[in-house]
């Protein structure tokens, strides 16, 4: 049972558009979500934050919205840099779970065409 | 560079075999956390210490063990290695008791490979 879901596995942009990649979650008691980026051979790397209370947050070109209601999350890139180019996996933490386990989704690999 | 160092990069070992995998969490962080990436089951969440106590367990096998140290160091043994066992197997590291709201901080991984 998949609680956390990015059904997209890529997604190509040209460089200077925006990128969003998209992220669904099943368990509503998660209240902490976070982006994560991996590059081949070495470990996920944190992006950025967002806590239940919140929809929205926002650092530098990266932005994150949280739509509670329909338990989906969106990761918006912008501009894309050819150096965004990586896999993109979101994580959820809280849901009734014992200490702060991270349920990640599948990922999606992004790729910025100069 | 995260702070989270992990020994050895690279492993290869033979079925049946055990080895020890190590995690040195960054500077100040109490929760340590183990996870494995295999090709079909993706990122999964084995299990936390904090502070030297078990704090949660996921989806490790019983063949798994692990603890972490007084230095706060940890280490992740596997025994009776099956070819499934082979994946990158990440440390992540948090400031503090693992609350909902701390970000975890990863390591390089290692990439076991039995054969």
């Known amino acids: 049972d998949q609680q956390v879901k990015q059904n997209s596995p890529s997604l190509s942009v040209q460089e200077g558009r925006i990128s969003i990649l998209n992220c669904d979650y099943t368990?509503?008691?998660?209240?902490?979500f976070l982006w994560y980026k991996k590059y081949p051979a070495e470990g996920p790397t944190f992006l950025i934050s967002?806590?239940?209370?919140?929809d929205k947050n926002e650092d530098g070109r990266f932005t994150v919205f949280l739509n509670k209601s329909a338990k989906h999350l969106s990761l918006h890139i912008v501009p894309s840099q050819p150096g965004d180019s990586a896999v993109y996996f979101c994580?959820?933490?809280?849901?009734?779970?014992?200490?702060?386990?991270?349920?990640f989704g599948g990922g999606t690999r992004l790729m910025v065409k100069p | 560079d995260s702070g989270v160092t992990q020994t050895p990069k690279h492993l290869i070992t033979a079925t049946g075999q055990r080895v020890t995998l190590r995690c040195s969490p960054r500077?100040?962080?109490?929760?340590v956390y183990w996870y494995q990436q295999s090709l079909d089951q993706g990122l999964q969440f084995l299990i936390q210490?904090?502070?030297?106590?078990?704090?949660a367990k996921g989806n490790i096998l019983e063949r798994f063990s692990a603890q972490q140290f007084p230095d706060l160091h940890s280490e992740l043994n596997l025994s009776s290695l099956e070819l499934g066992d082979s994946a990158l197997y990440f440390c992540?590291?948090?400031?503090?008791?693992?609350?909902?709201?701390?970000?975890?901080?990863f390591g390089p991984g290692t990439r076991l490979l039995v054969l």
């Open positions: 967002i806590s239940s209370i919140k």
């Open positions: 994580a959820a933490s809280g849901g009734g779970n014992a200490g702060n386990m991270l349920t």
């Open positions: 210490y904090y502070n030297g106590e078990e704090r």
């Open positions: 368990n509503s008691m998660f209240d902490y």
């Open positions: 500077s100040g962080d109490l929760s």
């Open positions: 992540a590291s948090s400031a503090n008791v693992g609350l909902a709201s701390e970000t975890q901080y």
